[in-house]
């Protein structure tokens, strides 16, 4: 019984006067328990991939979408592109370029589809 009393009053004072020290340490534990969250190295990478894929799109916006008239150009540029930026082979990257590309060429009545996206994403994987 006293031994119940004394491990409630330690509980109760690491909680009352170190809660932010014990939320810390708990938060940094379940961190280190999932996949995907490990150190800040990886975080800074993906900010860094995602710093390219703003920078070409905003250079398909700019540069290629106007200065093309037929899909197998529009292709050509967009190709050259993805090999000067070094983007990272994610799906995620490929959704937002295959989408943000399809839209443009709707806006810019250049008819692309997205198998032709899909099949440059192979071939310059390879």
Known sequence: ???????????????RYFHTDFSDFLVKAIRMEMPGMSD????????????KVEALLSEIDRDIM????????L??????????????DSSAVRKILVSH?????????VD???????????ASQS
């Open 40 to 51: 800040s190295r990886n975080r800074g990478s993906d900010f860094s991939a995602m710093e």
């Open 112 to 122: 692309l589809k997205e198998e032709d996206l899909l099949l440059l994403f192979r």
């Open 1 to 15: 019984m006293l031994g119940i009393g004394v491990a409630g009053y330690y509980a109760y004072v690491l909680i």
């Open 66 to 73: 106007p200065n093309t008239r037929t899909t197998e150009e």
């Open 101 to 109: 590309m399809l839209l443009a060429a709707k806006v810019r009545q």
């Open 75 to 88: 292709l050509e540029l967009f190709r050259h592109k993805l090999l000067v930026y070094e983007l990272p």
